[in-house]
């Protein structure tokens, strides 16, 4: 259903690989409210997701690039404006990965040229996209930006890995950038921290299915799916959220705000017996 929350407004949605991605959805729901956007995304992922598919149905103009290449994302700004018909009104940075996760490098044991790539991929990628911006003049008077994160980047979750250092500064920049951008332009600048989410990202995560269903367990209103996310940043780009920057904004089903749910106490209760050895003494991991 639209409610036309989005009309005549022009996006840049990076990051929307397949039908899991939760930027996919957001580009399905943009469109739907009456936005008209470009979608962008690294060459390979371009050529190897389906991304391709959701260009031509949403009538969106695909430009491959790499959001960690400061010329490639002049070229989207430029590209985006000049197809676009103007200004870009909201841009969705929905980015992230790590070379260490995929290697299965533990957090003691990082190998730091990987997690040089993990920080610019997940984070630094995100401040150029919003310098470059600024300094183009490329996003509109009022406009808004929001970037994908996790509440690892506040909480240590066994297995995030560097991606949780990513997050934490993916979330100052979005502050450091909200200020300045807020003052000069009326830009707000905001990250959404959703519920863990099975995209093709997430699930190369150690031990991602039981973290979903611990996160289930734990939240009053259960997980957040990729869908009511986007929903989420349909509002967050709208004019209905125009005072509204600088803000890590929780939209998990109140897992953030958890201290331990009946419902996960149950479950612990029940894996005693899992992890005892034969002594009958508790193994810890």
């Not at 600024?134 to 509109?140: E, L, Q, T, V």
């Not at 953030?256 to 029940?270: E, F, P, T």
Request: aromatic share 8%; net charge negative.
């Amino acid at each position: 259903m639209s409610n036309n929350l989005l009309k005549g407004k022009r996006g840049i949605v990076f990051g929307a690989l397949n039908e899991m991605s939760i930027a996919w959805k957001v580009a399905e729901r943009a469109v739907e409210e009456g936005a008209i956007i470009t979608l962008t995304n690294t060459p390979v992922a371009c050529r190897m997701g389906t991304v391709t598919e959701l260009s031509k149905r949403l009538n969106a103009e695909l430009i491959p690039a790499d959001a960690t290449n400061v010329d490639d994302l002049e070229m989207v700004f430029s590209k985006s404006q000049e197809a676009l018909g103007g200004n870009i009104v909201f841009v969705l940075h929905s980015i992230g990965m790590s070379p260490n996760v995929r290697k299965k490098r533990t957090y003691d044991d990082l190998d730091y040229n990987l997690l040089s790539s993990t920080l610019d991929i997940s984070a630094i990628s995100f401040h150029k996209m919003i310098q470059i911006a600024k300094k183009m003049d490329a996003i509109a008077e009022g406009g808004s930006i929001l970037a994908l994160t996790y509440v690892a980047s506040q909480r240590t979750f066994y297995g995030y890995n560097d991606m949780a250092d990513a997050k934490s500064l993916l979330e100052s920049i979005a502050r450091s950038f909200g200020y300045i951008y807020g003052r000069e332009k009326g830009v707000r600048i905001n990250t959404v921290s959703q519920s863990p989410t099975m995209t093709t990202a997430g699930s190369g995560i150690k031990g991602f299915d039981g973290l979903m269903d611990f996160s289930d367990k734990m939240s009053p209103l259960g997980n957040a799916t990729a869908d009511e996310c986007a929903n989420y940043c349909i509002v967050m780009f709208s004019d209905l959220t125009r005072k509204v920057t600088m803000q890590n904004l929780f939209h998990d089903g109140g897992f953030s705000s958890m201290g331990m749910s009946l419902r996960a106490m149950n479950q612990y209760n029940k894996s005693f017996d899992e992890f005892k050895d034969e002594n009958g003494n508790l193994i810890y991991g």
